[in-house]
């Protein structure tokens, strides 16, 4: 046989396609489009929809907490307290019930009227004991503050040196700080409460009694035959507490409005805790000392960043810790004001409509018995005045 030549074997390869236009240069072919995706939701949105949600969970957490928890509950009528004091009283029934609110103000009501009962035996130095080779000032202001209140004591070291003074013109009430301006008054401090219609009232109908120079002023009892009061007796002694007009003449009483609570009586408190103290408010109090030292607390509030005001509890507190053995409340809320003997106004009272008219005012005197205080509501019944009208 013939041999057979056999051919050399090439391996195929795939060579890049040339193009005779670019003179053979190997050309890539083109890259395919990449598909249009549809637009992802924006980040913006899906944060918004992320606090949504985080918002209602702490919504719905806090709810759980408000109204079932003991502590929330405490936090929730501790608010309703508060704007129980507040010209609003009526938006409380929003957070613990209409029917809520009726029953927390008549308890409270209620447990003013027994803190009154208690007779107060504390005894005083007269006149007060002054330490050998000094002397002190008749008045002095310090500052005074605490959890989330701020506000001033005003001591008075002779109680003798306290009247109390009314309005010169009948059918209006009066500034504290005309009021001290008008008599030379060393100092001032507001005092009993007054008919107050829509929280726009005129200040010139008192609530209660009025006691002055040992006379009564003013007679609002109607049937009532006893009511809870604050003043001096003509020798300096702080009474407090639920009286009779006949009691009162009878303990030799000088200088005397009607108002509630007192919150210490024979050297101790009586509001227990804090949850107890009527809500956070601005508040005037006043108090004695055993050597008969007088204390008048103005606390400011209703003012964030400044001071939001402090309950009962607090008040009574301070007034302990100051060797109080009697303190009572008085009216505070926007009414709270202190008046040095420049006739201005030391602290920040609340009300938005500035220093309020009142018919009251604790004034203090280098000689009470030069000043004279007339009496703006002689021949008037409680009748015959119209709180709203200016």
Known sequence: MGSVKLLPSYTTQTTPSRNRRTGGVPVRAPRKKAS????RRSGLWRLVKTLFWLGFTAAVLFAGWFFLTPSGTTFRYMIADTIITTQHRDWAKYIIGEEGLKERVADYQQSFDKMGDERDNHQIQT?????????????????VSGQGFRGYLLTVRDPRKI???????????????SMVKRTGALAGVNAGGFADPNWKGNGFQPIGIVISQGEIYYDGLGGAKSTQIVGLDKNGKMIAGRYTIQELMD??????????????VNGKGLIKNR??????????????KEDGTILFLL??????????????????????EHGAVIAANLDGG???????????????????????????AFLVFE????????????????????????
């Open 251 to 264: 303990l030799g009483i000088s200088e005397a409005v009607s108002f509630s609570p007192r919150i210490i």
């Open 334 to 360: 926007s009414s709270t004001v202190l008046v040095d003997e420049r006739g201005e106004i030391v602290n920040q009272p609340s009300s938005k409509y500035g220093e309020r008219y009142l018919p009251t």
């Open 36 to 39: 249009r995706r549809k637009p």
């Open 163 to 177: 009247r109390l003074v009314v309005p010169l013109k009948p059918g209006k009430g009066e500034k504290v700080t």
């Open 275 to 288: 949850n107890q103290g009527w809500g956070i408010a601005p508040r005037s109090v006043m108090g004695q």
């Open 367 to 390: 000689d009470p018995t030069t000043v004279n205080v007339p009496n703006i509501w002689a021949g008037l019944k409680p009748s015959d005045i119209d709180p709203g009208k200016w």
């Open 299 to 320: 606390i400011d509030g209703r003012q964030p960043g400044y001071s939001i005001g402090a309950t009962l509890y607090d008040a009574q507190e301070i007034m302990l």
């Open 127 to 143: 006149p007060p004991a002054v330490p050998d080779n000094e002397e002190l000032p008749l008045t002095s202001i310090e500052e």
